[in-house]
């Protein structure tokens, strides 16, 4: 069974950076296109940025690119996102996921999420 756990969450300064890593055990990572999403109280989840099993293609939603940047390591099975100008309303839950997408943003596409992590910009 593919699993993916996320770590790296926490409260941040607006203007400053965080990066967000998934580890991704079961199967090789190298098997997958994996994105980043998120979710705010109240909010749909919304997809982030996409990065695909080998790393050629990445996609990114409007308003984080230039902001925020996909990589993937898959001789350690992991998946980051690096954000950076975090503002306030950039506060939400931030999932990975899994499927055998290429470049895709759409939620219904990936079966396999993490259990998420709290990332709070906040002065």
């Known amino acids: 069974q593919l699993q993916l756990v996320e770590s790296g969450g926490g409260l941040v300064q607006p203007g400053g950076s965080l990066t967000l890593s998934c580890r991704i055990s079961?199967?090789?990572?190298?098997?997958?296109?994996v994105a980043w999403f998120r979710q705010a109280p109240g909010q749909e989840r919304t997809g982030l940025a996409c990065?695909?099993?080998?790393?050629?293609?990445?996609l990114y939603a409007d308003s984080v690119k230039g902001r925020f940047t996909i990589a993937r390591d898959n001789a350690k099975n992991m998946v980051y996102l690096l954000m950076d100008s975090l503002q306030p309303e950039d506060t939400a839950v931030y999932y990975c996921?899994?499927?055998?997408?290429?470049?895709?943003?759409?939620?219904?596409?990936?079966?396999?999420w993490g259990q998420g992590a709290q990332v709070t910009v906040s002065s």
């Open positions: 079961g199967f090789p990572a190298a098997d997958y296109g």
């Open positions: 990065i695909s099993s080998g790393g050629a293609s990445t």
């Open positions: 996921a899994a499927g055998y997408v290429v470049a895709t943003l759409n939620p219904g596409d990936f079966r396999d």
